[in-house]
């Protein structure tokens, strides 16, 4: 059973800095890309990024280029979202997925509030 546990979020000061972490288990993590997606208040949820298997970032928001880095840790079944000079906009609650098996998998989310 693929399972998915985002943890890190909290409140932060515009300006600030957040790491978001999921962890994975349940499938073969090192060969399949993962996604990073939010839920901003009141709008639909959408991508923030997809990590390759190898670690490459692609499809990256326009509105995080060059503030957020995603990662991963394939020998501890990890993926990380660094989180740099936040915004109030960036408010949201943050998921990984992954889709396995001709399924798609998520995490139920870690909530993050910027603001002052």
């Known amino acids: 059973q693929v399972q998915l546990t985002e943890s890190g979020g909290g409140l932060v000061h515009p300006g600030g800095s957040l790491r978001l972490s999921c962890a994975a288990s349940g499938f073969p993590f090192s060969t399949y890309a993962m996604n990073w997606y939010r839920q901003r208040p009141g709008k639909e949820r959408e991508k923030v990024a997809r990590?390759?298997?190898?670690?490459?970032?692609?499809d990256v928001l326009d509105s995080v280029k060059g503030r957020f880095t995603g990662s991963r840790d394939n020998m501890k079944n990890m993926l990380f979202l660094q989180m740099d000079k936040v915004k109030p906009e960036d408010t949201a609650v943050y998921y990984c997925n992954v889709a396995y098996k001709l399924k798609t998998w998520w995490g139920p989310g870690t909530q993050v509030t910027v603001s002052s």
């Open positions: 990590i390759t298997a190898e670690g490459a970032m692609r």
